[in-house]
T-cell receptor
Framework: GESVGLHLPTLSVQEGDNSIINCAYS??????FIWYKQESGKGPQFIID?????DKRQGQRVTVLLNKTVKHLSLQIAATQPGDSAVYFC??????????????FGTGTLLAVQP | GAVVSQHPSRVICKSGTSVKIECRSL??????MFWYRQFPKQSLMLMAT?????????EQGVEKDKFLINHASLTLSTLTVTSAHPEDSSFYIC?????????????FGPGTRLTVL
């Protein structure tokens, strides 16, 4: 597959702290990015998205930052709660090989919130 | 809004049998649905793009005769794993893209855990 990881990077934070999850993408032509949250045994849940004509977008307790210069995406979660514990994936809208509107997923980051 | 369901949530079958997984968009019509598989502690791998009324588009390395996709209506796509073997055991997830608005956004179903004995 285009995105395969043998193990998940883990970010461990204390409850109430802010979390920052990072993602590097590879295709400079990608124009749309999404962050998903996946809890164990469940499908990915949409969190927030951003288009390439923006560099920041805020939601409820979450902020996505996009740096197109270095092809870097980050998800900031304010006041992290135990319910935020999950695997977080970034996804880019790929236009590779002429095929549009396919999402390519990053390897994922496991967020572990310590009470 | 944008709810996607899958059935069954879990299935255990014997090697050599075929298994059908359904993906439904509950509150919107989806001309395009996607099928992914996910191995433990790994990311989602796109298997195929399911287009209503036409043939599915398979990703490189995915056997179309092994993984049959039928997108018979604007709210239903099915994935049939034919002659399943233990190596087909995986978490299969579908997604659908609502019309209008951010047309690139995909909403995912809850997934189907397939175990082949």
């Amino acid at each position: 597959g285009e995105s395969v990881g043998l193990h998940l990077p883990t970010l461990s934070v204390q409850e109430g702290d802010n979390s920052i999850i990072n993602c590097a993408y590879s295709n400079s032509a990608s124009d749309y990015f999404i962050w998903y949250k996946q809890e164990s045994g469940k499908g990915p849940q949409f969190i927030i998205d951003i288009r390439s004509n923006m560099d920041k977008r805020q939601g409820q307790r979450v902020t996505v930052l996009l740096n197109k210069t270095v092809k870097h995406l980050s998800l900031q979660i304010a006041a992290t709660q135990p319910g935020d514990s999950a695997v977080y994936f970034c996804a880019e809208n790929s236009n590779r090989g002429g095929a549009t509107n396919k999402l390519i997923f990053g390897t994922g980051t496991l967020l572990a919130v310590q009470p | 809004g944008a709810v996607v369901s899958q059935h069954p949530s879990r299935v255990i079958c014997k090697s050599g049998t075929s298994v059908k997984i359904e993906c439904r968009s509950l509150d919107f019509q989806a001309t395009t649905m996607f099928w992914y598989r996910q191995f433990p502690k790994q990311s989602l791998m796109l298997m195929a793009t399911s287009n209503e009324g036409s043939k599915a588009t398979y990703e490189q390395g995915v056997e179309k005769d092994k993984f049959l996709i039928n997108h018979a209506s604007l709210t239903l796509s099915t994935l049939t794993v034919t002659s399943a073997h233990p190596e087909d055991s995986s978490f299969y997830i579908c997604s659908a893209r609502p019309p209008g608005g951010h047309t690139d956004t995909q909403y995912f179903g809850p997934g189907t855990r397939l175990t082949v004995l």
